[in-house]
Nanobody
Framework: QLQLVESGGGAVQPGGSLRLSCTASGRRLDDYLIGWVRQAPGKEREGVSCVSSNGATALFADSVRARFTISRDYGKNTVYLEMNNLEPEDTGVYYC?????????????????????WGQGTQVTVSS
């Protein structure tokens, strides 16, 4: 069974940066498309970014494009979400998700219901 554990969340001021980590145990992440999903207070969960299993393709929500990057470290079985120039609207719980598929993510990330595994989430708070 794949288990995902997020870390790196915290409280920062607007314009600050955070790097979230998603570390897997139980299985290798090499065969999994990885996504980051967030849920702001009082709102539904929304996809933020996803990266293909081979790391060749990635997508970002319009609201975070050019501010967030996603990367994979296969040696550490970890996926990172680097978040820069954070805004109060980025506040929420960030979840790491995984779907076992080799497909690229040239055009779309999985629907939230298509992810097979979810982490417990890490809180990100952006406030002055």
């Amino acid at each position: 069974q794949l288990q995902l554990v997020e870390s790196g969340g915290g409280a920062v001021q607007p314009g600050g940066s955070l790097r979230l980590s998603c570390t897997a145990s139980g299985r290798r992440l090499d065969d999994y498309l990885i996504g980051w999903v967030r849920q702001a207070p009082g709102k539904e969960r929304e996809g933020v970014s996803c990266v293909s299993s081979n790391g060749a393709t990635a997508l970002f929500a319009d609201s975070v494009r050019a501010r967030f990057t996603i990367s994979r470290d296969y040696g550490k079985n970890t996926v990172y979400l680097e978040m820069n120039n954070l805004e109060p609207e980025d506040t929420g719980v960030y979840y790491c998700t995984a779907e076992r598929t080799p497909r690229s993510v040239n055009h779309y990330c999985p629907a939230l219901g298509d992810y097979d595994f979810w982490g417990q989430g890490t809180q990100v708070t952006v406030s002055s």
